[in-house]
Every structure is written in C-alpha cells, then in structure tokens.
C-alpha cells in the first residue's frame, strides 16, 4: 500500500488537530461541570439512582394503572396525561 506522503502528513495533522480539540473540550467541561457538581461521590450518585427509580416506578405504576383497568375501550384523556407526565418526568431525569 503506497501512501502519498502529503496524504499522510495530513492524516497525521488532522489527528493531532482532533486530539487537541477533544483535550480542549474534556477541560471546558471538567472547569464548568465541577462548579456546578463540585463532588461527585457515591452517596450522589446513589441518591440520585433512588430519585431516578421513584421516577420510573410512578411511570411503570401509572402505565401498570391502564392496563389493569382495559375495559376495551382507550383511556380517558386525563389518564393519558397523568401517564404522559410520569414518561417524560422519568425520561427527563434518567
């Protein structure tokens, strides 16, 4: 396989390019995300999977809700918006 070299020199340029930008990035984010989340521990990160789960189980709770009351019919509107609202609280977090 014959490379020109201009080619690779390229290549070789547009790496180092990319790498630079992904450094510069991991740095923009790391200097803004910890002052907003100045610890990140396992106590956070734990509690934060409770409030995510609770969340889920309203939405599972809620969709559970419909299908146990099928009386072949669709559910009313206000069921749906109590479902839609449980979904998006969910998904919005997760």
């Known amino acids: ?3 020109h070299p201009d080619e690779y020199q390229q290549f070789v340029d547009q ?4 790498s630079e930008i992904e ?3 991991r740095l ?3 200097e803004i995300i910890d002052k907003r989340i100045p610890s990140i521990t396992k106590d956070s990160i734990l509690s934060f999977a409770v ?3 609770r969340l889920r189980a309203n939405y599972l709770s ?3 809700e419909i299908g146990s009351n099928d009386r072949g019919e669709a559910p009313n509107d ?3 918006a109590q479902l839609k609202k449980a979904r998006e609280q969910f998904e919005e977090t997760k």
């Open 1 to 3: 396989m014959s490379t």
């Open 15 to 18: 790496k180092r390019f990319l």
């Open 23 to 25: 450094h510069g990035i």
């Open 28 to 30: 923009a984010n790391r």
């Open 51 to 53: 409030a995510v789960a």
């Open 62 to 64: 809620a969709a559970f």
């Open 78 to 80: 206000a069921t749906l």
